[in-house]
């Protein structure tokens, strides 16, 4: 495994001697403080968040089953400058992503001038047909971005995947920071830490933004799947902080084309609807027939230009991971500027000769599917067992189309509370990216996933992994690394 | 407010009063069958049983009646859709669907009264079952503190109305259960039975000491009947139930401007009640009184459904 050698977030590649420059801080609040303390306040971490019932379900646990994520009060702290550089890249690619989206639901440029082959996108399961013509209001399409980044390195970062469809975790990103606030108060004293509490306020102003042109004083809600999904906490929680409605498919009903909520006081017209159901189950006239958590004639209304959805229906297709292998091109062919992220070596196992380099080095390769998501379905190689690989190689004969494969990387790790100790676990990150008629922003903070288990690369909530609070640190002295 | 969100606190509202009442209904039904003129305590269960009109759902074909078995059906069945776990289950059920509309600290009072019961496998013996049922009301008053301390609109008035038209609703069913008790004045005072069935239904209301406040005399019969029907003073009378079911319609009136016909039928009910009295209502038949309460009860119900558009 990748762990003797892995980049370290606080240590670099001293295997502890030093910290990086600018965590120096940090590294001596870590030494001082008694490991008794420590498992104290982790308690009280995990006691606030349960009572709090920030919980998500598991997929095929009992439906009551209700866990809360674990979370490390250990931070994971990007310097001023890594984050300055982070930003700029989180941003240009996420303008790429809404203008490739705008053109292949749109005039279709991309294809015709053959940046890319057309059948990735055509023949894409989450094209999304009905789209086709449609301009998304404003014309932005991915209002809310989660891209999936890894650290190999100082100054090594890597896109593992974007998330244009209903990203999440933004919640943890909010209750995380309450509860090192509350837990390590004094880390705030001698760390110069970005605020993330505007991020509720700046969704709500995204949101509002791209309402209809016709919408006066225009109304925005949350569309829960209800409330035994996995997110609906996050999905409560967004909704109270922003101060809008949180609905269900029910509450909403379509009336010639206008979208209204069911209220005490009769019928009221929603102009936003900040949707955290997919695009299958959003309108059972148009997608899947047998969905019982969308609402009948919302895309006519959609597509009637008299409700906006965030993000708008058919983004999902730029989490599919044969799309995500030609960002680099489409980074380019829109921005005209060189990617400042760069995406993971794939190779995309429908041509011929990355299949066979697949196969032939299976046992060091990360194998994916194209559309999954959630970490479920992916053969990690050098952790799997014999029969898992022979499982994928069949699959992969059988499905080459259906895969990608990519180097196993080494993570950079985090030290982490754990039940020995502090010991190096291996981390990700997911930023939020904005994007509104008002411009692109991205909040300075974000979601560490931390594999919990030694060794383990897989950060999944749905899989053992943790979270930890992101610090950002502002410039000034210390801050630049 | 969403019309999904108010029927949630409607039944919030319902669904705690309904756990609260089923915790006291144990309770004095333990002590009636521990004063010992039933010694199976079967008399006493069963007719605890008819009060949550749950004497069809218990099955006896399977399971013989005992005062361990009533008492796990009250407390704990999950099939029992009146025990105390599935009101709570119910309750918490409404609170994660209205995650919203309510503060942390109701959510923590119903979610801790539901974290007691879940995992309960027995409700053990009378003492332990009396434990229990002490903790789930110490939550349940906690709940109702939070709710005094929420902010004084919609989402509150909802919760407040649901809980106004399950207490009339219980305290109904009590009183028609016992109905034959509450003899005319004049008639034979009962023996030691009776009485002890007169301070339960004064216990199961938490009303034995304001008797003695308002009435200063021994146990009358007919004077029971009196305080849980019409005397507005006692919380858990009818008249104060629908006293409360107006208030609190009224405070939407005075929000939108507008009433609808659940403010008319509540205001009806209210001021039928004011003129009654108590021999009025004996004479008349009690039985047939209390029945004719239920059913408009349930009238309001649904109009207060139709009014706000619950769907």
Known sequence: MAAPTAFDELWGTSRGRKARPGLESLAAWLADLPPAELDRRQQAAEAAFRSLGVTFAVYGEEESAERIIPFDIIPRVFTAREWSALAEGLEQRVRAINAFLGDIYGPRRILADGAIPPDIVLANSQFCIPCAGARAPHGVFAHICGIDLVRTGADEFWVLEDNARTPSGVSYMLENREAMLRLCPELFEILDVAPVDSYPEMLRETLLSVAPDKAKDPVGVLLTPGHHNSAYYEHSFLADNMGIELVEGRDLVVDDGVVFMRTIDGPVRVDVIYRRIDDAFLDPLVFRPDSLLGVPGLMAAYLAGNVSLVNAPGSGIADDKAIYSYMPEIVRYYTGEEPKLHNVETWRCREPQALKYTLDNLEQLVVKPVDGSGGYGVMVGPAATRAEMETFRAALKAEPHHYIAQPTLALSTVPTFTERGIAPRHVDFRPFVLTGANGVRTVPGGLTRVALREGSLVVNSSQGGGTKDSFILEGGAGGDG | ?311
Request: hydrophobic residues 40%; contains cysteine.
């Open chain 2, 1 to 311: 407010m969403l019309s999904r969100t108010a029927a949630h606190l409607y039944w919030i509202g319902r669904f705690m009063e309904r756990a609260e009442f089923a915790c006291r209904l144990v309770e004095a039904t333990i002590r009636l069958s521990a004063l010992g003129h039933d010694p199976q305590g079967g008399q006493a269960w069963r007719s605890a049983l008819s009060v949550v009109g749950a004497e069809g759902a218990f099955g006896e074909e399977s399971e013989p009646l005992t005062p361990f078995s009533a008492r796990r059906f009250l407390t704990l069945d999950d099939e029992n859709p009146s025990s105390i776990r599935s009101c709570l289950a119910g309750a918490r059920d409404n609170a994660r669907a209205a995650r919203t509309a309510i503060t942390v600290e109701v959510w923590q009072a119903i979610n801790r009264a539901w974290l007691i019961i879940r995992d309960r496998a027995s409700p053990g013996g009378a003492q332990a079952t009396l434990n229990l049922v002490e903790e789930l009301k110490a939550e349940i008053r906690g709940f109702e503190g939070a709710l005094g301390r929420m902010l004084r609109t919609e989402g509150n008035w909802f919760m407040h109305l649901g809980s106004s038209i399950e207490r009339g609703d219980n305290t109904a069913r009590l009183l028609d259960v016992k109905y034959y008790l509450l003899l005319p004045p004049g008639e034979a005072v009962g023996g030691t039975l009776d009485r002890d069935q007169w301070t339960t239904i004064l216990q199961i209301v938490s009303a034995r000491t304001a008797y003695r406040h308002l009435y200063q005399g021994p146990l009358q019969p007919w004077l029971v009947g009196d305080l849980l029907i019409l005397r507005g003073e006692m919380p858990r009378s009818l008249t104060a139930s629908a006293e409360e079911t107006v208030t609190h319609l009224g405070a939407f009136a005075a929000r939108s401007g507008r009433q609808g016909a659940a403010d008319r039928r509540a205001r009806q009910r209210l001021s039928r009640m004011q003129d009654l009295n108590i021999e009025t209502i004996i004479q008349n038949g009690l039985h047939e009184w209390l029945q004719a309460y239920i059913a408009e009860n349930a009238a309001i119900d649904r109009a207060i459904a139709e009014q706000f558009r619950f769907g």
